[in-house]
């Protein structure tokens, strides 16, 4: 069934098909319409979650870290400011093992305040031990979400998900998406069946209790092999997707990278212009090409590299700061992966996008001549560079 | 499922549980936590009525009672934080300084 939906009502509209037991809904810009789309299944008796209004974010999280506790699949949506006030118990849903999942709409995290896209909000909580997929548009922004529970719920991972796409871009653009059929997505995700669970009257549970030195280690331990086992987890559930939609998905899309000597490494919506300044400057006879990443957290580095070994220049280009004064945070995962190669290509990183500046095809064929540049002259220059700001000088 | 009983400070990580989840109730008693204790109740039992006000009070339910009657602190859990003296209508409890039992 196609359909005309924006991406905040297409994941909306997923959370209704799955029909989950508990939403912690607080509004925040671009994700606002999000628990209020779902208010309305709610209103209507289409879905019997317990819609619980809280006060905050912080509370938010912490319905949801309680409610799937006790057993209940719960979720949730935010942005920006609200995701760094769930920020304390992003890590304790994590570190509890807690399955629970989050529709992040993309969104620069103040100051100055900003309601636009870039990716500030969720690569501030990349370490916090939550999956993360990010979307390139709305059809990817609904399938993502209902791989979600398969990935998070797999008792070999047991961990968030936070699925990601760009504010305003992907949540209030309308584009034409397929839809699977409810009882399609129901079988697909199936019951949530925990071991074990507060309300299980059989056997009392304890979680999250004070965790002593001499134990602690050993937890971080089991969720940091939690987190490499998602990897695989993610590969299944892509597969046995594909069997349903017939759309296929992996850890990162390789656009045109068969033969590429240049190419681009990006998240999110900014993939659509890189793909048209791709098969423009294919058409002239350059070898470009692009991987969009799909699954920042785990981060997918051994297969990243065997996918840019070929390469001769990569530009990395990074939708949020981190003002590590050392590039941004795409830049250094992706620097990091490479350097087990035996012949690594020139990288470079471009900072891009920021509060929602625009980054336009010419922009993106601007990225492509200078690595076109490098490798013409052997000369790789600045290496963590901005795009996109009014300048005195001349930029990239 | 594993048991609280069978994880000690030697268990390798590969069979702890996820997040530290206990599976069964009560484990807190085998949890020596009365080494925080800077000040210390001394029980004298000739003084006591019995009312068993300090009971409920205890923060820590440290004073065990049995048969009706209270029993010396359970000192492994006890805190010193003294409440205990403060409801006991009777001289049946003082404190002193210092985490040792007297």
Known sequence: MSKPLSGNEAVAYA???INPDVMGAFPITPSTEIPEYFAQYVADGEVNTEYVTVESEHSSMSVCIAAQAAGARSVSATSSCGLALMYELLYVAASCRLPITLACVNRALSGPININADHSDSMGARDSGWIQIYAENNQEAYDNFIMAMPIGEAPGVRLPVMTCMDGFITSHAVENIELLETDAVRKFIGEYNPDNYLLKKENPLAVGPYDVSPYYMEHKMLQAEAMKAAKVRILEVAAAFENISGRHYSLFEEYRMEDAQLALVLIGSSAGTAKAAVDKLREDGVKAGLIKIRIFRPFPGEELARALAGTRAVAVMDKSEGFSANGGPLFAETRSALYDLKERPYLINIVYGLGGRDIKVGDIEKVFDRLMDITVTGEIGPVYSHIGQRSKEDIV | MISAKDINE????????????????????????????????????EACKHCMLCVPFCPDSAIPVKDGKRLDFDYMHCKGCGICENVCPFPAITMVSGGAIK
């Not at chain 2, 702890?16 to 936590?33: N, S, V, W």
Request: proline share 10%.
């Open chain 2, 10 to 45: 030697r268990t390798p990580w590969q069979d702890l549980t996820p997040g530290g989840e206990i599976y069964e109730p009560g484990t807190a008693r085998f949890f020596d936590t009365g080494t925080w204790r800077t000040n210390t109740p001394v029980f004298h039992a």
């Open chain 1, 15 to 17: 959370m209704k098909q």
